[in-house]
Nanobody
Framework: QVQLVESGGGLVQAGGSLRLSCAAS????????MGWFRQPPGKEREFVAA????????YYEDSVKGRFTISRDNAKNTVYLQMNSLKPEDTAVYYC???????????????????WGQGTQVTVSS
């Protein structure tokens, strides 16, 4: 069982930055693919970014490319989402997610993820 705890959300003005963190339990963190999803008000949960455990490949949703950066620190069992140039349309609850160990499928849908955090609110004011 993996437990994920997000932190770092808050209220920021458009153009500002936030860094989300997600601390994971478990001794095999380095073998989990990690992803960030978000759920805007009244909408479905959507993919934001992911990092593959095997080769560090990075994946981003088109609207965040060049503004958001996903990274991980395996020594700290933590994955990060650095969000720059934030826009009001980035307002959402952001969720951290983990696949099972050694998962090799797509990371851009919720289907591959077994574990989810509780979410952290990000609000971007105009």
């Amino acid at each position: 069982q993996v437990q994920l705890v997000e932190s770092g959300g808050g209220l920021v003005q458009a153009g500002g930055s936030l860094r989300l963190s997600c601390a994971a339990s478990g001794r095999t963190f380095s073998r989990y693919n990690m992803g960030w999803f978000r759920q805007p008000p009244g909408k479905e949960r959507e993919f934001v970014a992911a990092i593959r455990w095997s080769d560090g490949s990075l994946y981003y949703e088109d609207s965040v490319k060049g503004r958001f950066t996903i990274s991980r620190d395996n020594a700290k069992n933590t994955v990060y989402l650095q969000m720059n140039s934030l826009k009001p349309e980035d307002t959402a609850v952001y969720y951290c997610a983990s696949t099972g160990t050694y998962y090799s499928g797509s990371l851009e849908t919720t289907r591959g993820y077994n574990y989810w955090g509780q979410g952290t609110q990000v609000t971007v004011s105009s």
